[in-house]
Each structure stands twice: as C-alpha cells, then as structure tokens.
C-alpha cells in the first residue's frame, strides 16, 4: 500500500516493480519482508488478470534478494531445564511437549485433549491456533502427523488434562477472570516465555554462570531436532517428526549429525602421500 496505493494497475510495468524492489534493499528491508511484500502484490496482480483488469502480470523474472538461512538457534539440555524452571506448572508442561515433540506454537496452543493417545503414547498434531482462530491442517498437509511420546512427557501431560473434557483446548490462558480462552502467541511471549529466559541461567564448559541466550519459542522446535539429530536419528525422521514441507529445511540439521565430517576425514587419511611441513 505505501508504494503502490496511487498506482492504476494497468500502468505498472515489470521495470516498476523490479525498481520498486531496489528501491526496498536500499531502505535496508530485509530480503524476508520483501520476499513476502513481492509475494502479497505478485498474488494481486495474477489475480488481476484472471479478471480480465489487465492481461499481463508485471510480477516476472523480478530479481528478488536472497534470503541467507540461518543455523537453526538451540538450547543446550542445561540451558533447556533453566528455562523449565523458571516457568510456572502449566507453562513447564506445555514447553517440556515442545522440546520433546518440535511443535509449532500455534500446535502445541492449539492441541486438543482427545488428540492425545495415552495408551500408545502419542498425539496427533491436526489443529492449529492462529490469530482468527482454531484451524485444521488440510488433509493433504504435510503438517498433519503423528507424534511419540517419551514416558515422563506423557506422565507429566496426563497430571494437566486429568480434569479437561475431551474437546478441550489443552493449554489456555489461566489468568483469573479470563480463564480458559486460546493462548495469544504475542502476550504469551510477553508475559511467560520472555521473563522465564531473562531470568534463567546456567554455567558454561569454564563453569561460569551465564545468561541462557534470547531464543523465540520457536527455537524448542529447533532444539527438540537438533538433539535428535546429535542422538543419530536420520533427517529423514527429523523431517516427518516435525512436519516439514520440504527436505531443504530439515537439512539446515546435518551440520549435528554425528559421523558429518567422517566421510571427509576418512578421505584425507586414505591419501597417499599427505602434504607436510617441515618442522
């Protein structure tokens, strides 16, 4: 709306919107936000000429900036337990399931009760909570998944749903007077998730006491994977276990894999004559 709000649609050209792009990176617009301000205008302007308003899309062979992944931010098993317990009984529950099952926020605010098998230990990730709401992953969703149980993660589940219904909402709010509505993933960060790591420390390989990093809670998604993936489980598993679309994003892992460098390491020692140096 701030670029193209005055524009007719008609009048916009493929050099405009590449411009318009540039124009982003200079004002220091991360490669991310333009990627998805790209995406919003290119998904107007197909929709336009489905319509018949023009018979072009401007939104082609536009050079958009790369976006640089980055390694996966993750708690180490002492910094993990710091957070636990700084967290009061229903919060350490519900984040206890996310560094142990790799759901999303809006899956673990939005899980059921009677998603939850308690006989085979596992759950069913099917709804999500959103900002409107309650929804379910389509059923060809990739997000859809069914999800292990460790034994304690259960027993501690089983002590906080004894007394829901079977349609509840397992997490919701219990501040008093607004008891039992869906978590709101911006207060929920503000007022639990931020002063519990604020407030948790733990003590590095020197033995000093540190601060445990400034994670999102986003970062028990990545936490749970990569312990698994340090523990030998395959990016294969890692990739249904969490629900990812595309292999891409699970292999963000491999650098954890036990026997990573082994292939190359191996390579080297199978030389047959290895560079030297003269002491």
């Not at 994977?225 to 292999?247: N, T």
Request: hydrophobic letters at 40%.
């Amino acid at each position: 709306m701030p670029h193209w709000a005055d524009w007719e649609m008609r009048a916009i050209t493929r050099m405009d919107v590449q411009s318009w792009i540039r124009a982003l990176v200079e004002k220091g617009a991360g490669a991310a936000a333009i990627k998805r301000a790209y995406n919003l205008t290119s998904s107007i302007m197909r929709a336009a000429v489905d319509d018949d308003v023009i018979a072009v899309s401007p939104c082609r062979s536009i050079d958009l900036p790369q976006i640089a992944v980055k390694p996966p931010q993750w708690f180490t098993l002492d910094q993990a337990q710091s957070i636990l317990d700084e967290l009061a009984a229903p919060w350490r529950t519900m984040c206890l399931l996310g560094f142990y099952t790799g759901l999303r926020w809006g899956e673990l605010s939005g899980l059921h009760r009677h998603r939850i098998d308690q006989r085979r230990s596992r759950l069913f990730v099917v709804e999500v909570n959103t900002k409107s709401g309650i929804k379910q992953y389509p059923k060809s969703s990739k997000s859809r998944r069914e999800v292990p149980l460790p034994p304690h993660v259960l027993e501690t589940l089983e002590r906080h749903i004894h007394r829901l219904d079977r349609d509840a909402v397992v997490f919701t709010t219990v501040t008093k007077g607004r008891t039992g509505r869906l978590l709101s993933d911006g207060n929920w960060r503000r007022q639990t998730w931020w002063p519990a790591v604020d407030g948790s420390y733990y003590f590095d390989g020197d033995g000093e006491q540190q601060l445990v990093p400034h994670y999102p809670p986003h970062s028990m998604r990545h936490t749970c994977a990569s312990w698994l993936v340090q523990k030998g489980v395959s990016l294969y598993e890692v990739q249904h276990l969490l629900g990812h679309e595309s292999f891409q994003t699970t292999q963000r892992y491999a650098h954890l894999q036990p026997d990573a460098h082994k292939a190359v390491l191996g390579a080297w020692e199978r030389l047959d004559a290895p560079l030297t140096i003269a002491a």
